[in-house]
């Protein structure tokens, strides 16, 4: 069984920038895709970024292209979300996910474990 821990959200002003971690326990982060999603308030959940099991495949929701990017370091059982430019409507609370293989998907079927969450919070 995975755990998966979130940890950098927090309160930004539109135009600030924010770094998702996520922290995972278990043997087999290095070999499984990951992947961010978020929900806000009276929402759908929805697909933010993914990442493939090495690195080296990444892909974005429209919204965040050019915005967003995702990142992993499998030696440290971490994967990151760095988020430039926000805006209010990216206030939500992100949760990461480990794929169910080692390729991205975006839909979140294709997750098999979830983290707690973390909030974030873009004022105007």
């Known amino acids: 069984q995975v755990q998966l821990v979130e940890s950098g959200g927090g309160l930004v002003q539109t135009g600030g920038s924010l770094r998702l971690s996520c922290a995972a326990s278990?043997?087999?982060?290095?070999?499984?895709?990951m992947g961010w999603f978020r929900q806000a308030p009276r929402k759908e959940r929805e697909f933010v970024a993914a990442?493939?099991?090495?690195?080296?495949?990444?892909f974005y929701a429209d919204s965040m292209k050019g915005r967003f990017t995702i990142s992993r370091d499998n030696a440290k059982n971490t994967m990151y979300l760095q988020m430039n430019s926000l805006k209010p409507e990216d206030t939500a609370v992100y949760y990461c996910?480990?794929?169910?293989?080692?390729?991205?998907?975006?839909?979140?079927?294709?997750?098999?474990?979830w983290g707690q969450g973390t909030q974030v919070t873009v004022s105007a």
């Open positions: 990442i493939s099991w090495s690195g080296g495949s990444t």
């Open positions: 278990g043997r087999t982060f290095s070999s499984r895709a």
């Open positions: 996910a480990r794929g169910s293989s080692g390729f991205s998907a975006s839909h979140y079927s294709e997750y098999d474990s």
